[in-house]
């Protein structure tokens, strides 16, 4: 079934949890990410990020992840992840997709307040949520080898927090306080006083962008401070290729769908993994 992302994140306040919020660009994470949540029996969310175009146009992802989460018993929102402008979140709600983030954070505070706006207003015309984002983190979900450190200078501001989400009306704030998108190349940093300012300032569930390969004691210390909703990507797809190399090492494997079997398979272990411990985090 499909639900809103307000209530998937009223379910996660409730519980004292935090809701998976896994990318699924290829059909593979689609399929073993439906699986995992229907064994844990959690909302989860389902997202396409703007950067992932390149692997998969949205409509076409869009359309089984509309399929497949409708049919399943298990409560799913199915997210626009990283929108870099307002068409591009409206062709998913077109899609058929009912939630979306727009990630303005490298704009001008003024500038990124006035899109976030924009893409609200479309929203709130369908009855969909928003997501924003406020401070900036570093790395990619491209599988850029290069991701970088978190850099303090780029946290997000509690008061500007406060100010961002009274002027754009946004259901869930996304920012920076340690993490980084894709591979942790060192150990992160990450600022639990900063959280609890965060979430006392904004008013709205917390988002951790950058929640792949952190360790089950930090995502339950976040979730402890307020954090209400954590991306899933990098290690998810790492799992995937690691999986692909060592079937096709065999010369005995000549076709893909033994590489497609064994990918959903080390995906669904994973994101099984990842759920189950924000989870458990409310326990």
Do not use: W
Request: hydrophobic share 45%; net charge negative; charged share 20%.
């Amino acid at each position: 079934m499909i639900i809103g992302l307000s209530e998937a994140l009223s379910y996660g306040e409730r519980h004292g949890i935090a809701i998976a919020a896994v990318n699924t660009p290829f059909f593979e994470a689609l399929t073993a990410t439906i699986a995992a949540a229907e064994r844990i029996g959690v909302p989860v969310i389902l997202q396409h990020a703007q950067v992932h175009e390149q692997v998969v146009s949205i409509e076409d992802i869009g359309a089984a992840m509309v399929a497949l989460a409708s049919r399943s018993e298990c409560p799913f929102v199915i997210h626009v992840d990283h929108g870099e402008d307002i068409d591009y979140i409206a062709r998913g709600f077109e899609a058929g997709f009912n939630s979306a983030m727009f990630d303005g954070s490298r704009l001008p505070f003024e500038e990124n307040v006035a899109r976030t706006r924009e893409v609200v207003e479309l929203a709130a015309g369908r009855g969909f949520g928003v997501e924003g984002e406020l401070g900036v983190m570093l790395g990619n979900e491209n599988g850029d080898p290069d991701q970088g450190i978190a850099d303090e200078a780029l946290y997000t501001d509690p008061e500007q927090a406060r100010e961002f989400v009274a002027r754009t009306g946004v259901g869930a704030l996304a920012a920076s306080f340690g993490t980084v998108h894709g591979m942790y190349h060192r150990e992160p940093h990450l600022s639990y006083p900063l959280i609890t300012e965060l979430v006392d300032a904004a008013g709205v569930p917390l988002v951790m962008h950058g929640g792949s390969g952190l360790s089950d004691e930090e995502y339950r210390r976040c979730i402890e401070h307020g954090v209400r909703k954590i991306n899933y990507y990098t290690y998810g797809a790492k799992v995937a290729m690691d999986a692909a190399r060592e079937v096709t090492a065999d010369p005995d494997v000549l076709l893909f769908p033994s590489v497609a079997v064994a990918a959903t398979r080390a995906v669904e272990a994973e994101v099984s993994s990842f759920i189950r411990t924000l989870a458990d985090s409310g326990k």
